[in-house]
Each structure stands twice: as C-alpha cells, then as structure tokens.
C-alpha cells in the first residue's frame, strides 16, 4: 500500500510569490489533514477535509492560505502571497474514519527568502 | 498557547538504556494520545498510541505510562538501541469529538553505542 505522499519534497520562493503543495492521501482515506511546523516549534494543525468539505480550518493563520481538496482525492495548499514566516515544513497526513490514526507525509520543507 | 507540554527537548542514552519521554496536557476533554518516531527528512510515524481508559500499553521495547489524574503520559523504551535515535513527539487529540493531533514541542533522542 502506498503512504501519504508529497509534491514538492522542498521549494524554494521568494517574498511575494505564489507556492501549492500537494498531497496524496493514502488510497481510501477519507480524512485528510494538514499541518506545519515551523523552526524549532511543535507540529500545528491547519485543517481538516472529510472527502471534500472542510470539516475543521481553525489552524489556518489567515486567508493568503488556501486548501482545497477537489473530488475528495487529493490536496493542494496555496500561499499566495508568500511571506518570510510561513516558512517551515509542511505536512499531509490521512486517515480512513473516524477516530483511526493519522499517517504522515514526508512532508514539503518551504524556505521564503 | 502550549496545549501539551513535552520534555526533555534533548535526551542522550547509552545503548542498552531505558529512555524516558514525558508529557502532560492541559484539557480533559482529550482522549486519544499518540506517540509519533521522526526520523530525520522524513514524516512522522505512529510508533504506539493510548486511550484513557487503561492506565499503560506495551508494544515491544515500547510503553506508554498514562495518568489520568496528573493529566500526564510518558514513553518509555526498553533497551534502548542506536537506531531509536530519532525525534520523537507526543500528541493528544479528540477534544468534542475533533480530530485534530495537538502535538508536545518534540525530542530529540540520540543513543550512543
């Protein structure tokens, strides 16, 4: 079975422009989450997609951020415009109902310079 | 504002050790408490996870302690080897029936051969 996968593995932008990270969920899992962490810092959520509704999007820090998750497969995050403290790594992670564990990506390390 | 509260940052032990993580949270709402292995460049791995209601779980070299009452759980891992040497990060989830993983600031376990 194939694990959560992620594009890219890093990317490099500068202040200003536009980033979308993507994610594979594991095949079958309804339940997709994002989260970052920045430099030193712990794991934060961002949000939570059961097929393709948002059900939780308190993590997100503001609205330059955008996730969207068509035809309840995979996901995409948008930071548009990209700022020096949204850096940090940024992961997927899935699971397949309700109350069942979570597996992570390996994540997308994003570096604004 | 730090939900759960994790420590060491930092924890050296000789092969063969025990190593000891801790970790206490706040709200008593949580009930469901993951333990997550990160190996560096790569995502977080489910190593073992706990639920309130039993007091402590073994799989293998690994066991999660749970104390309901001080609102703390620990990881311990029995004869510690080099390849445990990873970041490892506590978690609580499933306040009103969220989802979302609240994570502890993260270890960084090395253990010398």
């Known amino acids: 079975e194939a694990g959560v996968t992620q594009f890219p593995s890093h990317s490099v932008i500068e202040k200003g422009q536009t980033v979308t990270l993507r994610c594979d969920p594991i095949?079958?899992?309804?339940?997709l989450y994002w989260y970052r962490r920045v430099m030193g810092k712990e794991i934060k959520f961002l949000l939570h997609f059961v097929k393709e509704s948002k059900q939780d999007e308190s993590g997100m820090p503001n609205n330059r951020f955008l996730a969207e998750r068509t035809g309840g497969t995979y996901s995409t995050l948008k930071v548009q415009p990209a700022e020096l403290e949204d850096s940090g790594v940024y992961f997927c992670a899935s699971s397949p109902g309700y109350n069942q564990p979570q597996h992570f990506g390996d994540g997308t390390r994003l570096s604004i310079l | 504002q730090q939900q759960v509260k994790q420590s060491p940052q930092s924890l050296i032990v000789q092969k063969g050790g025990i190593s000891i993580i801790n970790c206490a949270y706040e709200?008593?709402?949580?009930?469901?408490f993951p333990w997550y292995q990160q190996f560096p460049g790569k995502g977080p791995a489910l190593l073992i996870a706990i639920r309130p209601d039993v007091s402590e779980k073994k799989e293998g070299r690994f066991t999660i302690s749970f104390n309901k009452s001080a609102k703390q759980f620990s990881l311990h891992i029995m004869d510690s080897q080099p390849g445990d040497s990873a970041t490892y990060f506590c978690?609580?989830?499933?306040?009103?029936?969220?989802?979302?993983?609240?994570f502890g600031q993260g270890t960084r376990l090395t253990i010398n051969p």
């Open positions: 095949s079958g899992h309804d339940n």
């Open positions: 709200n008593t709402a949580f009930d469901y």
């Open positions: 978690a609580a989830s499933g306040i009103q029936g969220a989802q979302k993983l609240v």
